[in-house]
């Protein structure tokens, strides 16, 4: 059994930063690639941001360069920073962890970003 835990999700100002953790606990063994991915209201879920178990990262086109993934191996915890916020940023976050063959979901922390 696998859980996803996230947190830091909330309310900022545009502009704003927001940094969103999600800690990956339980038969965790095989984990692999973590990330984000957002859904926002009428919208399909989208690629946020990855990260490899060597640190190597992928990033959707709309976060590029206001966004930084990172993880933490020892602790099986993987960081969305999320810097210079637009109300396009409003969205629920959700965190993925591959592992095996298996791809596990978070429950989602909503992120509301306001003028």
């Known amino acids: 059994q696998v859980q996803l835990v996230e947190s830091g999700g909330g309310l900022v100002q545009a502009g704003g930063s927001l940094r969103l953790s999600c800690a990956a606990s339980?038969?965790?063994?095989?984990?692999?690639?973590m990330g984000w991915y957002r859904q926002a209201p009428g919208k399909q879920r989208e690629l946020v941001a990855t990260i490899g178990s060597g640190g190597s990262t992928n990033y959707g086109d709309s976060v590029k360069g206001r966004f930084t993934v990172s993880r933490d191996n020892a602790k099986s915890t993987v960081y969305l920073q999320m810097n210079s916020l637009k109300r396009e940023d409003t969205a629920v976050y959700y965190c993925?962890?591959?592992?095996?063959?298996?791809?596990?979901w978070g429950k989602g922390t909503l992120v509301t970003v306001s003028l």
């Open positions: 993925k962890a591959r592992i095996g063959p298996v791809d596990y």
């Open positions: 339980g038969n965790i063994l095989r984990l692999n690639a």
